[in-house]
């Protein structure tokens, strides 16, 4: 079976740039993203491709080939979803924030109600694609819903999780590891596995296109989450303990990364991992093991997220401590919001955690991020209900020139990798602040020696 007509529910961070770069590869087929979101679907139209929702190296040069040509956003949800024989499900699952698994299990309204509308919508046969990260037998509660439109019409379903990197999404599609499709192990299932899997390789390679059951599918993504994060609290958890014996965190993790078992890639100590996924994800896994009455395992993952939640707290911590145990009405001056490089997304950044704990202690935080507007910044701060929106308006200055931002602060922290504050002119950033002038360098950025012999006093995460 040979795809024309794709469409992809949810133009977010994994709908846009994946079904960019399909459109990309498959100039035959006919690739629409659809979402609710007006706003979005104007800046993924905007003619100024420095204008696109979402900032991804290289993605803008993508949008600008196929737009138009055979990639088309659009709010009109309905249209997409008749035309389309193959049907991604790219909508957001966050964290329940209400009723029975409140805190841990994923919301699935948002995937019921794509489910609902291909239901009433349908009138021809539709390979439906799990593109979003979801709990393990998900397709099942699919399948109930879309088996029942009483309108004749076959549905199959497939899980195809997306493995892509937030910071590097592009060339992550364009050289996948591996594509992951879970289908159903029956002739129909295996039909609608090919037809996906065909559009696929127009550019990936056949032996990194693996398939296998719906249930494996799923869970893989979770698990592959979570071994993710459980790495970066490993080296966080490892920093603590450089600290007090004098170690250098970054000296270990290339000790250790040599050893080909353990390999070099994700040990990076840092001020704690962010994103609108780890952490949502391995709750999901710890709310599923539970459920399971796997206590062992549900405790086992969820130690991941005690750890992350630590260093954020300690960070935080140890900069009030430094500061002769108060900042109320200093400067704190945060570079990087963004939760990690090379994005302007901010879900579940530490800054955000970081922030909360110095503005609780009557800090004025100054904010600078190359890729994050003051309207997102005051957003994440407000989401967290922990003060008044004019308290924190009062409170928390952004400004768009670093060297405004650290002019006058008692202390800068260093919240995001972004390769452009390495080559700061530090010398004048630190005749322009406050004596002793602080650095807490959150992600080991920095060269340390040439920072303490400008003048600064350096706290790098994992050094002793
Ligand atoms: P997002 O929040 O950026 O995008 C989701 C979009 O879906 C939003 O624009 C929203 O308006 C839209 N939407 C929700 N319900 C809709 C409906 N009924 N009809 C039309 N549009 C609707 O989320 P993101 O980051 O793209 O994540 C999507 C899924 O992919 C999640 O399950 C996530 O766990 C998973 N994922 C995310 C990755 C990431 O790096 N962000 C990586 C891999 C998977």
């Avoid at 709908?15 to 399909?22: D, E, F």
């Avoid at 489910?115 to 799990?130: L, S």
């Avoid at 050289?175 to 996906?196: C, F, M, S």
Wanted: some cysteine; hydrophobic content about 40%; aromatic content about 8%.
């Amino acid at each position: 079976m040979s795809i024309k007509n794709i469409c992809c529910i949810g133009a977010g961070y994994v709908g846009g740039p994946t079904m960019s770069v399909i459109a990309l590869k498959c100039p035959d087929i006919k690739v629409s993203v659809v979402d609710l979101n007006e706003k979005r679907i104007a800046a993924w139209n905007d003619d100024d491709v420095s204008n696109l929702p979402i900032y991804e190296p290289g993605l803008a040069e993508v949008v600008k080939e196929a737009r138009g040509r055979n990639l088309f956003f659009s709010t009109e949800v309905d249209k997409a979803i008749d035309e389309a024989e193959l049907i991604f499900i790219s909508v957001n699952t966050p964290t329940k924030t209400y009723g029975v698994g409140k805190g841990m299990a994923a919301d699935l309204k948002y995937i019921e109600l794509c489910a609902r509308q291909i239901a009433r919508v349908a009138t021809t046969d539709k390979i439906v694609v799990e593109k979003s990260t979801l709990p393990v037998r998900t397709a099942e509660a699919l399948q109930n819903i879309l088996h029942n439109t009483g309108k004749g019409v076959r549905f199959d379903i497939l899980s195809n999780p997306e493995f892509l990197a937030e910071g590097t999404a592009v060339q992550d599609l364009l050289n996948a590891d591996r594509v992951l499709i879970g289908g159903e192990n029956t002739p129909d299932g295996q039909k609608a596995t090919e037809a996906l899997a065909n559009i696929y390789s127009n550019w990936i390679p056949e032996e990194r296109i693996l398939r296998t059951s719906v249930w494996s599918s799923e869970l893989s993504k979770l698990t592959a989450n979570a071994f993710l994060a459980q790495r970066v609290s490993s080296i966080n958890a490892m920093s603590e303990l450089c600290e007090v014996t004098g170690a250098d965190v970054q000296e270990v993790a290339r000790a250790i990364g040599t050893d080909s078992r353990i390999g070099p890639k994700f040990l990076k100590a840092s001020v704690g991992f962010g994103g609108s996924c780890f952490q949502k994800d391995i709750l999901n896994l710890v709310y599923i093991a539970k459920s399971y009455g796997l206590n062992e395992v549900a405790d086992y993952w969820e130690q991941v997220i005690i750890m992350n939640d630590h260093q954020k707290r300690r960070f935080a911590e140890k900069i009030v401590k430094t500061l002769f145990n108060t900042v109320s009405g200093k400067k704190i001056t945060l570079l990087g919001w963004a939760f990690k490089k090379d994005t302007n997304d901010t879900r579940e950044s530490a800054a955000i955690y970081v922030a909360d704990y110095l503005l609780n202690e009557q800090a004025e935080v100054v904010i600078y991020d190359p890729k994050v507007s003051e309207e997102q910044i005051l957003a994440d701060l407000d989401y967290l209900n922990t003060r008044s929106e004019a308290e924190n308006r009062a409170l928390v200055t952004v400004v768009n020139d670093p060297m405004e931002a650290c002019y006058n602060a008692h202390a800068i922290a260093i919240m995001t990798e972004w390769d452009e504050f390495v080559n700061y002119d530090w010398k004048t950033i630190y005749d322009n602040m406050y004596k002793p002038a602080f650095i807490f360098d959150g992600r080991g950025l920095l060269d340390t020696q040439k920072i303490v012999n400008i003048g600064f006093e350096c706290y790098t995460i994992g050094k002793g």
